[in-house]
T-cell receptor, first 115, second 109 residues
Framework: GAVVSQHPSWVICKSGTSVKIECRSLDFQATTMFWYRQFPKQSLMLMATSNEGSKATYEQGVEKDKFLINHASLTLSTLTVTSAHPEDSSFYIC???????????FGNGTRLTVT | GQNIDQPTEMTATEGAIVQINCTYQTSGFNGLFWYQQHAGEAPTFLSYNVLDGLEEKGRFSSFLSRSKGYSYLLLKELQMKDSASYLCAVNGYGQNFVFGPGTRLSVLP
């Protein structure tokens, strides 16, 4: 149980374009999902907390207008990287949990390369 | 503040036992979690402790001492495929997860 699916697995886009990443909880409902970014050989960095039916909560230093998060249902959250630049190239990973005391389960991640 | 500390790198031999330590100082405590992350992949959940003591799951065991702010992950009968990063995370204040920097384990033949 507690499977999280993330799509796409990898994407290459040109500077200035936007990219949407989907995160789905397949066998449970998640009122909260979490978006992380990870640069090579570094630890996970929490970008934002996605809340179903309300606005996302962004960590300090993360631009909410650049990283748009929508949590339209109890099983789907999307992250849109707008006007992408090469420095946005990274590994983006979503996660969710069954309840607030349960382990986080991660999607397979999306490797974004901006050329 | 919140702080989680782990050794940066460790090396061990195939078939051996290795212990990866984690110390933490966090606001609130709702559990300590261990994840394995292979290079280029997302983390996968291994084990967690809410109460003091040892939790055993096959070749992996995790120990917690809340009074000392200390946990370890024990890997037995090491295999080459165990070469990965191991992340310690605390579910703390507000039920928010805080991840440690990770320990990169290399298993040598």
């Amino acid at each position: 149980g507690a499977v999280v699916s993330q799509h796409p697995s990898w994407v290459i886009c040109k500077s200035g374009t936007s990219v949407k990443i989907e995160c789905r909880s397949l066998d449970f409902q998640a009122t909260t999902m979490f978006w992380y970014r990870q640069f090579p050989k570094q630890s996970l960095m929490l970008m934002a907390t996605s809340n179903e039916g309300s606005k996302a909560t962004y960590e300090q230093g993360v631009e909410k207008d650049k990283f748009l998060i929508n949590h339209a249902s109890l099983t789907l959250s999307t992250l849109t990287v707008t006007s992408a630049h090469p420095e946005d190239s990274s590994f983006y990973i979503c996660s969710a949990r069954v309840d607030r005391l349960s382990p986080l389960h991660f999607g397979n991640g999306t490797r974004l390369t901006v050329t | 503040g919140q702080n989680i500390d782990q050794p940066t790198e460790m090396t061990a031999t195939e078939g051996a036992i290795v212990q990866i330590n984690c110390t933490y100082q966090t606001s609130g405590f709702n559990g300590l979690f261990w994840y394995q992350q292979h290079a280029g992949e997302a983390p996968t959940f291994l084990s967690y402790n809410v109460l003091d003591g040892l939790e055993e799951k096959g070749r992996f065991s995790s120990f917690l001492s809340r009074s000392k702010g200390y946990s370890y992950l024990l890997l037995k009968e090491l295999q080459m495929k165990d070469s990965a990063s191991y992340l310690c995370a605390v579910n703390g204040y507000g039920q928010n997860f805080v991840f440690g920097p990770g320990t990169r384990l290399s298993v040598l033949p």
